[in-house]
């Protein structure tokens, strides 16, 4: 079982609409969760971070932990074609820990 | 305030020379991370420092990779010999360490794409 573990998609979501991504995670002590977002030929880039259990709101896009399930997700909301790209879930066990990216999940918006 | 800065950013040698990617962290950041990136997945940890001390090395093929970080700051990632399965790019990473007022994110270098022929 692999430590963190997304689906890889692609997943296509038409311009407007939810777009949800999922996280499963295995070392049930893990502290802190982090969504990437990279795009093809960059580097990753923080979009969201949760350390608590429920909803993180920033602007379009909201992060949700659930600690008991070992679930991340990360929600777009009015999906923009720019928001297409590959989002890395990555989590870490404590402040002194390695952080650990799952395989990325490819998002495609369509006009 | 400048990113992290990596260099070369493009590197194509034959199997069996070496390589070596040098990274320079934001400035103040402790923590240095170097992950490899292959095509469609994602980073995987090659080795982190905290400040000289390599913590975490257990990924790092000892055969033919190797890593320094001195005083440090800059990093220099070398492999020797390199192999057709290395091809990939090579990310560095650095962030503070996690605390009340910081997140302890890593920001990424643009990275060295590396392809073995």
């Known amino acids: 079982q692999k430590e963190v573990e997304q689906n890889s998609g692609p997943l296509s979501v038409p311009e407007g609409a939810i777009a949800s991504l999922n996280c499963t995670y295995s070392?049930?002590?893990?502290?802190?969760f982090f969504w990437y977002r990279q795009y093809s030929g960059k580097s990753p880039e923080l979009i969201m971070f949760?350390?608590?259990?429920g909803d993180k709101e920033d602007g379009r896009f909201t992060a949700q932990l659930n600690k008991a399930s070992q679930y991340v997700s990360l929600l777009i909301r009015d999906s923009q074609p720019s928001d297409s790209a590959t989002y890395l879930c990555?989590?870490?066990?404590?402040?002194?820990?390695?952080?650990?990216f799952g395989s990325g999940t490819r998002l495609s918006i369509r006009p | 305030e400048a990113g992290v800065v990596q260099s070369p950013r493009y590197k194509i040698i034959e199997k069996k020379q070496p390589v070596a990617f040098w990274c320079n962290p934001i400035?103040?950041?402790?923590?240095l991370y170097w992950y490899l990136q292959n095509l469609g997945q994602g980073p995987e940890l090659l080795i982190r420092?905290?400040?000289?001390?390599?913590?975490?090395d257990s990924q790092l093929p000892k055969d033919r990779f190797s890593a320094e970080r001195l005083k440090g700051v800059d990093s220099t990632l070398k492999i020797q010999p390199a192999e057709l399965g290395d091809s990939a790019v090579y990310l560095c990473?650095?962030?503070?360490?996690?605390?009340?007022?910081?997140?302890?994110?890593?920001?990424f270098g643009e990275g060295s794409r590396l392809t073995v022929l």
């Open positions: 990555a989590v870490r066990k404590s402040s002194a820990s390695k952080i650990i």
């Open positions: 949760i350390y608590s259990n």
């Open positions: 990473a650095s962030s503070l360490r996690q605390g009340v007022t910081n997140t302890g994110e890593l920001f």
């Open positions: 420092y905290e400040n000289e001390e390599a913590v975490d």
């Open positions: 400035s103040g950041h402790n923590t």
């Open positions: 070392d049930r002590g893990s502290q802190s």
